[in-house]
Structure formats: C-alpha cells, structure tokens
C-alpha cells in the first residue's frame, strides 16, 4: 500500500490484515472533512492491494468515534491530502462506499460509537465492541437528526427500535447494540482484540474472489424485486464459476485437502 501523510488517521498493515485508525484522540476520533477524505484514500488504496485481504477499522485512545466533528466542519477544515474524487469530505459517498466494498471491514468498536461513528460501525461487514462501549443517535438532543447514516440503521434495526433510538437520542450499551442487530457481539474489553484476530484469520482462510464477487453482489441487488435480483446474482455466480478459484475450490473438495486459493 502505498504510504500518505496522514493527519487523522493510522494505516498499518500486517500480513493480509490493513488496520485503520481513527486517530483524533483529543476530540474522541470525531469525524471530520479531513478524516473523511483520509479514509477514503485508506479504503481505496486497501482495495487495490492484493496482500490486503481484511480491513479493520477502530479508534485510538478510549473511543471509537464520537460522531462528527462540527468544529472542523464549521471552520471549513482544509486536509492535507489531495480530496479523494474530487470531494474527499462527502461522508455519504464515504458511507456507500463502505456498504459496496470488495474487502471484509471489521469494526473494532473500542469505545463509544455515536451519531457519524455509528455510522461507520453500521457500514462495516462486521462489528465487533467492547462491552465497555455505548452506541447511539444523539443528534436530536443538538437540533439535528441521525439523517445519512439513518439509511444504513434502516437495513440492520428492526423499524419500530430504529425510530424509538433516534426520536429519543438514545444511547445504547453494546449488549442491547448487539441484541438489535447493531454489532455481531460484544466481548469484555480484554478480549476485543484476540476476538478481531481470530475473525480475521478466518476470513483471510476463505477464497478472497468469491468473497469480493458476493460483497459486490450483496450490494448490488440489495432493495431489488426478486425478478431483478436474480439475474444480477446468477450473472455473479456465473463470473465466479470460471476463476480458477473455484476450480481448485472443487477440486480440494473432492481430494479432501485444503485448498490454496490463487485470487483468479
């Protein structure tokens, strides 16, 4: 991957796991244009990167993200890097961006998550938290509402709950977070990270085109009638059918052997 100068973020990479880190400390990782566009060019360069198999997205310090950073928006925050696309700060094409991605993106919610944050944890593939961490929609407590990221809730939050949690600005511990769909689990804060590892590991075992060609099919049928769907998916498994992953995938199957995928 190649190497930005990064002012709100960290990238890292260990073997076929990138880990990304929000990295605003002082203002609880709050999101701003900046980081926006910082991400962007993370999950970009994360894509086009062979190695990277896995994505992980956490905070530094004590919280996840705190949700956006109104200050560096107010004073019109000006990055370092040049704007992604052209318009790097968008955080909704930064949201549908993480919703179609090719690659696995673990959220390691280490603390709280709110408003744009939750956001973020909502978009990822996975989500996992520390049952230390309160996930929630404060923005009517400010005069605002929970608007883009309402749209990524929407397909994780049964519709009654999602109303109750945004009409109410409520903040939500990680155990509830999970019980509606929030989070896959919630693990003590000790066991956050050997839990992610181990996510990871199983993810990087499986065959990276069928999991690209699904996360994209996933996406790209999602709200669709079924007449439509079906098509998209049946092209989709017709790609897949003729890589040569799915013929050493078969293959190992019928000798019995794991199989060792070659990402064609």
């Known amino acids: 991957m190649e190497a930005r100068a990064y002012r709100k973020i960290l990238v890292s990479a260990e073997g076929p796991v990138c880990t990304i880190t929000l990295n605003n400390p002082d203002r609880r990782n709050a999101i701003g244009p900046e980081m926006i566009n910082e991400l962007r060019w993370a999950l970009s360069d994360a894509d086009g990167d062979a190695a990277v198999r896995v994505v992980v997205l956490t905070g530094s310090g004590k919280a996840f993200c705190a949700g956006a950073d109104f200050a560096a928006i107010t004073a019109g925050e000006d990055g370092g890097l040049a704007p992604f696309d052209g318009d790097g700060g968008d955080y909704a094409k930064l949201l549908a961006t993480m919703n179609g991605y090719g690659k696995p993106i673990v959220a390691k919610v280490n603390g709280h998550a709110m408003g744009g944050g939750l956001g973020l ?95 994209q099919a996933l996406a790209a049928q999602d709200g669709r009638r079924l007449e439509e769907s079906l098509p998209i998916l049946r092209a989709e498994l017709g790609v897949l059918l003729g890589t040569e992953d799915a013929r050493e995938g078969l293959m190992a199957f019928m000798q019995k052997r794991p199989p060792a995928w070659m990402g064609r």
């Open 121 to 215: 944890v909502a978009s990822s593939t996975f989500a996992l938290a520390s049952s230390a961490a309160q996930l929630g929609t404060p923005e009517v407590d400010v005069g605002l509402f929970p608007m883009m990221i309402m749209a990524v809730l929407d397909r994780l939050v049964p519709r009654r709950r999602l109303v109750q949690m945004m009409l109410l600005g409520e903040r939500l511990d990680a155990h509830e977070a999970a019980s509606i769909g929030l989070l896959h689990a919630a693990h003590a804060p000790e066991a956050l990270d050997g839990k992610v590892a181990t996510l990871c590991a199983t993810l990087v075992a499986k065959a990276p085109l069928a999991i690209r060609h699904g996360l």
